[in-house]
């Protein structure tokens, strides 16, 4: 059983296309994280949401937009695709009673090559 | 602010040799540390973690960390390295609301 799955794992797109990326977690966590890994393998929080409610909303463009219909899910649209957008995005979700100091469980990640 | 530094961005081992890989952090806060693991086309697991509990921090697979806070340091060691560790490991630590803040990530090699 995966504890937390996105899909799809591989994304090869046109600059200037729309695309989303969904991240469903079966773990019973509130809280769900995105985050961007470049090139250069640097991991970056994008946003994250506590029960439905955006709770971290890092500066990123406004193009990307998550979208929690409920506190398993937690999926991230793109609009107008850009050449820097091309990364490995991480979905996580840990459960607000660890505090500062729990774990993260992440998916496999879903690579996005924009062309 | 809080910040993390990883020393190294690559680190290489001969199997069964010790292997060290140095973090340092800043944090305004007491922090909560970790240390993460990221095989090739996988996501991050986590390898240990440091809640203000003991200083010396057992975690998966043999590693094991210590913290010292009057060095700011968190270092990742294991006594004997696998060919299987090979991996990058990235330092993370994490305000009061959780937000987590990672190092840039060191490569591990383990050469047979």
């Known amino acids: 059983d995966t504890a937390v799955s996105q899909t799809p794992k591989y994304l090869v797109t046109q600059m200037g296309n729309d695309k989303s990326i969904k991240c469903e977690q079966n773990?019973?966590?509130?809280?769900m994280y995105w985050y961007k890994q470049d090139s250069k393998k640097f991991l970056k929080i994008m946003f994250s949401y506590n029960n439905k409610e955006l709770i971290i909303n890092e500066t990123v463009p406004n193009r990307f937009s998550p979208k929690s219909p409920d506190k398993a899910h937690l999926n991230l649209h793109i609009n107008s695709l850009e050449l820097g957008d091309s990364a490995v995005y991480f979905c996580?979700?840990?459960?607000?009673?660890?505090?500062?100091?729990?774990?993260?469980?992440f998916g496999e990640g879903s690579r996005l090559t924009v062309l | 602010a809080q910040s993390v530094t990883q020393l190294d961005s690559h680190v290489s081992v001969s199997e069964g040799t010790p292997v060290l890989l140095r973090c340092n952090y800043s944090s305004s806060y007491s922090p909560s540390l970790f240390w993460y693991v990221q095989h090739p086309n996988k996501g991050l697991q986590l390898l240990l973690k440091y809640t203000s509990a003991a200083t010396l921090v057992k975690g998966i697979n043999g590693f094991e960390a210590e913290f010292k806070k009057s060095e700011t340091s968190f270092h990742l060691t294991k006594p004997s390295a696998h060919m299987s560790d090979a991996a990058e490991y990235f330092c993370?630590?994490?305000?009061?609301?959780?937000?987590?803040?990672f190092g840039q990530g060191t490569i591990l090699t383990v050469h047979p």
């Open positions: 993370v630590v994490s305000t009061s609301y959780g937000k987590l803040t």
């Open positions: 773990l019973g966590h509130d809280t």
């Open positions: 996580a979700s840990r459960p607000t009673s660890g505090g500062n100091t729990g774990e993260l469980f």
